[in-house]
């Protein structure tokens, strides 16, 4: 039997011994979309244990059943793999596999993220840290450019008098200049 529909009505009467879906299915979440359909058919299939497999495009498996329009779903009804047993029993055994691989990498990728985002928490704490600190032991120094130069600038010979002491040792300084 070809297509969602077909699907839930042999399923309704218990008479599918496998389903053929296409990964590929279009997401349509409003009320009675295609969305449901396809969990209404996960659920049933999950009660009366029946396989489903993820097949080809829906492009593919409608050229595959010899139609020019795109199949959502094939149905395997209990008698309907006669004459083709071996080809049957070949195909669950592989999707049991390929289930089992699939589980074991999508493993390996969560602890991957898992991982990645465990040292991205230490690398911000570390950052935030630095950044609290202004020298870190075995950190080069390095002046801070935020600051603006300094406007005055430091002559050799020429040290600094506060304007106070200025005043009182110009007269002395000017008449030595000027009787000297």
């Known amino acids: 039997a070809v297509g969602l529909r077909e699907a839930i009505k042999y399923l309704k009467v218990k008479k599918v011994s496998c389903i053929l879906m296409a990964p590929d299915l279009d997401r349509i979440s409003s009320k009675g979309g295609l969305d449901s359909t396809v969990d209404d058919i996960k659920d049933m299939c999950k009660e009366q244990n029946v396989p489903i497999v993820f097949t080809m495009s829906r492009y593919k498996l ?3 059943c010899l139609r020019k329009t795109p199949i959502s779903c094939v149905t395997i009804l209990n008698r309907g793999f006669q004459g083709s047993d071996e080809n049957y029993k070949l195909m669950l055994e592989l ?3 390929l289930k089992e691989s699939y589980a074991a990498r999508l493993n390996i990728e969560i602890q991957t993220l898992q991982t990645a985002q465990h040292q991205n ?3 911000n704490i570390q950052q935030q840290q630095q950044s609290q600190l202004r020298y870190v032991p075995g950190m080069d120094f390095v002046p ?5 130069p300094s406007s005055l600038k430091y002559s050799p010979g ?4 506060p304007k106070s002491q200025m005043a009182k040792s110009q007269p002395e300084d000017e008449g030595r200049a000027l009787g000297g």
């Open 95 to 97: 999707r049991d596999q």
């Open 144 to 148: 801070s450019t935020s600051r603006p």
């Open 121 to 123: 928490a230490i690398k």
């Open 158 to 161: 020429k040290e600094f008098v």
């Open 62 to 64: 409608g050229r595959t």
